[in-house]
Structure formats: structure tokens, C-alpha cells
């Protein structure tokens, strides 16, 4: 049993090492420096098509 769970956590412990540089080479600049990372922007919701009044219409 003990030796399953030591298992389990190496290799746990081998894909959350290996997974840490892909996720910061995103936030280095040409020269391998790092840099702020750009935010990620949410996709903007379409809103359903109201009218003046507020009425919901067709979307054009």
C-alpha cells in the first residue's frame, strides 16, 4: 500500500515539475527574460437585441 502511494506521488511530483517551465516560457520576452504575462480576456457574451423600449428583437 505504501509503496503504491509513493508511486502515485513521484509521479505526480514529475508532471507538476515538468508542467512549471511550459507554463513560465510563455512569460519571457526574445531575450529569455521574464515579463509581465499579458492578461487573458473573457469572450465577451453576446447580449440578446433589445430595442429602445427594451423589447428583445432580432439580432442583425
Known amino acids: 500500500m505504501m ?3 509513493a508511486a502515485a506521488f513521484a509521479a505526480f ?3 507538476t515539475a515538468s508542467a512549471s517551465p511550459v507554463l513560465a516560457a ?5 531575450k529569455g527574460k521574464f515579463v509581465k ?6 469572450p465577451v457574451k ?5 430595442d ?4 428583445f428583437t432580432k439580432c442583425k
Open 3 to 5: 509503496t503504491r502511494f
Open 52 to 55: 429602445a423600449k427594451g423589447k
Open 37 to 42: 504575462c499579458p492578461e487573458k480576456k473573457a
Open 46 to 50: 453576446k447580449a440578446p437585441c433589445k
Open 13 to 15: 511530483a514529475l508532471i
Open 26 to 30: 510563455s512569460c519571457k520576452d526574445a
